[in-house]
């Protein structure tokens, strides 16, 4: 069966201070690897979506970045965080474009940004 | 420009009763619809899913409705138990389309199921 990870659960960080989030997928194989984060009260935002290894595309602009080094690895980094930042970031996985079209998440990483 | 919309923030539902949730869209190119439950600091999990050549579709308590005519999906639940009290949100996918497995989600509406 299929698992997907998150690291860290919890983080706190200054302002101006580097991001790296981890998400790993088992049990699969060329997945599609989404980034999410969802602010306070509000719904997921799509940040980063990718459909293989160095192909990322961006849904919005920001402060952030994302890479895939790895088939099952992805990555969300920011070199200097802004307040903005803080929020519930998740990581998600889909089989691929033939279907079936549903995403499965990760446990999600909290950062908050101080 | 919101494309799946979920209009109401939230729903108080008696435990036993229906909770019948909603979501409306407005891209006539969406063809597959989903929905999710998220409970606090954790991920979204996947409920129910309709493809649009489907007006229905049922698992367990759960079924979800699709009125295309109307672009108008909903979910019931029946009969609701406290531990489905979590946020909803609903999912749209163009499957014939360029979108690369990205879903569109709504803003959520958060369900509480009073015992």
């Known amino acids: 069966s299929q698992t997907i990870h998150q690291w860290p659960a919890t983080l706190v960080q200054p302002v101006g201070s580097p991001l790296s989030l981890e998400c790993t997928v088992e049990?699969?194989?060329?997945?599609?690897l989404y980034w999410y984060r969802q602010a306070a009260g509000r719904g997921l935002q799509l940040l980063f979506y990718s459909i293989g290894i160095d192909q990322i595309s961006s849904e919005v602009p920001q402060n952030l970045s994302a890479s895939r080094p790895q088939d099952r690895q992805f990555i969300l980094s920011s070199k200097k965080l802004l307040l903005s930042d803080s929020g519930f970031y998740l990581c998600?996985?889909?089989?691929?474009?033939?279907?079936?079209?549903?995403?499965?998440f990760g446990p999600g990483t909290r950062l908050t940004v101080t | 420009d919101q494309q799946v919309k979920q209009n109401s923030p939230s729903l108080s539902v008696q435990e036993g009763r229906i909770s019948i949730l909603n979501c409306d869209y407005t891209n006539s190119m969406f063809d597959y619809f989903l929905w999710y439950k998220k409970y606090p600091a954790e991920g979204p999990t996947f409920l129910i899913s309709i493809s649009s050549i489907k007006d229905k579709n049922e698992d367990g308590r759960f079924t979800v409705f699709l009125n295309k005519s109307a672009k108008h999906l909903s979910l019931h639940i029946v009969p609701s138990q406290p531990g489905d009290s979590a946020v909803y949100f609903c999912a749209a996918y163009n499957a014939g389309g360029t979108s690369y497995g990205k879903l569109t989600f709504g803003q959520g509406t958060i369900l509480t199921v009073h015992p």
């Open positions: 998600a996985w889909s089989p691929g474009l033939a279907g079936p079209y549903e995403q499965y």
């Open positions: 049990g699969t194989s060329n997945p599609n």
